[in-house]
């Protein structure tokens, strides 16, 4: 959770513009999505039901829905085990935070 809030303390500080303070919001709306696929992939994973593709979540990961990911592996317990996942999920945050930081810092480099 500690991780969670502190990335959105820290996007509201670093966005230069209030133009940029979008960005803000976005993330929040795919952590929210993130964090629903995630449940729902849960339920369906005990139920018997129709899965999410690891793709789709990977996909909302690296939209900006690592956030939500990341505090629905820990509320759930969903996909904390397997290693692959993991190592994916951890690339799309490391990806999606490079471009994020390209995108707020480029016109300063």
């Given at each position: ?55 789709r979540l ?52």
């Amino acid at each position: 959770m500690l991780v969670v809030v502190v990335f959105f303390a820290g996007l509201a500080i670093l966005a230069p513009a209030p133009e940029w303070r979008w960005f803000v919001g976005f993330y929040a709306l795919m952590s929210a999505l993130s964090f629903s696929l995630y449940g729902l992939d849960k339920r369906a994973s005990t139920r018997g039901g129709w899965r999410t593709s690891e793709a789709r979540l990977h996909l909302v990961e690296l939209l900006g829905g690592w956030p939500g990911a990341l505090l629905a592996q820990r509320v759930f317990w969903h996909k904390t085990r397997k290693t692959s996942f993991q190592v994916v999920f951890y690339l799309a945050v490391a990806v999606n935070l490079v471009a994020l930081g390209w995108l707020i810092f480029a016109d300063n480099l």
